[in-house]
């Protein structure tokens, strides 16, 4: 049975090391986790020597300075929608061949064979010739943050640690087909309520840039004094017509302060993130996206092998929320300290009371990583249902918004030609 050097963080404080009997680098955490350890590193030892490139902490290898800027910039950035989309079927695709007993570089050649565009080709004949010169796979992934990151990176450098790097992939890609699902049921449910204003600020400003001024100038050539709703609408047509691109340049701006501002993080984006939770129906919605995120990436990264303080540090990055990241980070300086997740995670205020609950049920049995993944799966369900009540109430709101500017518009129009028919 195979022998694991461990470093752990103890409940009363401080860290402990030792070492720990166990089938796989999986069952020797669950082993220290039932002791009230959270391990931080491990180590497996063979012949009693520490084995090169098995450490999960970091990796094989030092990192060179380019190696340590990529990898910022991917916990930064990260893959985009289309990227995370052609990645997702590229790991499918390496696990399938890795688990079928393809060495490894065989199979990043039959990739590159079938690989649809040449950007994603020229990518990974970079990786194959690094793997070729000695780097470690997830050294090669390191150095295309576009499409790899943090998190991808530090789980393949589990996986390589483990020697179970096939499995580690089938897990990233089901990751990745997760995360981009729940991306797609968000902007579904925000893509109808925004054509809607799109489309009614067109028609809007279509009748008020040419067809109020051309009746309402019939109406003032007959004479007639016109309704005080008539003039208001006149007088709100001029100024649209003569002023539209001014409007048009402060929306831009503003647009653009805010995005800035939002990506740029700071106090700003943790006041944008803290007042979106507020919203009605809306901030439901985005406090259950980031805790499904949020458990869904630590279950991930636990199953992997990543060690507790780093997967924390990863799923801090990717929550997508500033006041579920703040969080996640006081989780994490509390587990440095010698707690447990629960305890915090309870304290912050960012979860819900159910989520804290599973979280220590899952500790005390030694199946966090289970766990989280329930919690993550039972939250995709509630996205379901957040989404559906979402669109359900806008629908009616902004058909009732568009209906009375529209109805707005032609009252004003037609009362004083109904007047000078009568006249």
Not at 63 to 70: N, V
Not at 118 to 145: D, V
Not at 233 to 259: H, P, Q, R, T
Request: aromatic residues 6%; glycine residues 10%; proline residues 4%.
């Amino acid at each position: 049975m195979p022998i694991y050097e461990y470093k752990a963080f103890a409940a009363g404080g401080g860290t402990k090391t030792g070492i720990v009997n166990a089938d796989t680098e999986r069952d020797a955490r669950q082993k220290l986790r039932r002791d009230s350890l959270l391990v931080s590193q491990l180590t497996e030892l063979r012949g009693g020597k520490r084995q090169r490139g098995k450490n999960v902490k970091g990796g094989p290898g030092r990192e060179s300075f380019f190696q340590r800027l990529a990898r910022q910039r991917a916990s930064q950035a990260g893959p985009g929608p289309r990227e995370m989309e052609i990645v997702a079927g590229l790991t499918r695709q390496l696990a399938t061949l890795l688990g079928s007993g393809i060495a490894l570089a065989e199979a990043l050649t039959a990739i590159i064979d079938q690989a649809e565009q040449r950007k994603t080709e020229t990518m990974f004949r970079q990786i194959r010739e690094r793997i070729q010169q000695g780097s470690s796979l997830a050294e090669a992934l390191g150095e295309h943050p576009g499409y790899f990151n943090d998190l991808y990176v530090n789980m393949v450098s589990a996986g390589q640690a483990a020697g179970n790097l096939d499995t580690v992939l089938s897990r990233i890609a089901d990751y990745l087909q997760a995360q981009r699902a729940l991306r797609r049921k968000i902007t579904g449910a925000l893509m109808y309520p925004v054509m809607m204003i799109s489309i009614g600020m067109i028609v809007v400003g279509i009748l008020m840039a040419k067809v109020v001024p051309e009746i309402t100038a019939m109406l003032i050539d007959q004479g007639k004094e016109l309704p005080p709703s008539t003039n208001v609408l006149i007088n709100i047509s001029a100024v649209f017509k003569d002023y539209w691109w001014l409007g048009a340049l402060i929306a831009a701006g503003v647009s653009a302060i805010f995005e800035r501002i939002y990506r740029a993080g700071g106090k700003g984006r943790l006041v944008i993130d803290r007042n979106l939770l507020k919203v009605p129906v809306l901030g439901e919605l985005l406090r259950k996206a980031a805790v499904g995120r949020f458990t869904r990436t630590l279950s991930t990264l636990l199953q992997s092998g990543v060690p507790v303080i780093q997967a924390l540090e990863i799923t801090r990055n990717v929550v997508g929320n500033r006041v579920v990241a703040d969080a996640t980070n006081h989780i994490k300086e509390r587990v440095i300290e010698g707690t447990d997740i629960a305890t915090p995670l309870k304290q912050s205020g960012a979860f819900p009371s159910v989520v804290g609950y599973m979280v220590s049920v899952g500790e005390q049995s030694g199946e966090l990583e289970q766990m989280l993944d329930r919690v993550a799966s039972a939250y995709d369900e509630e996205i379901n249902v957040v989404t559906e009540r979402l669109t359900a109430l806008l629908e009616p709101i902004m058909i009732v918004v568009l209906a009375a500017v529209v109805g707005y518009i032609v009252f004003a129009i037609v009362q004083p030609i109904l007047e000078i028919g009568q006249l």
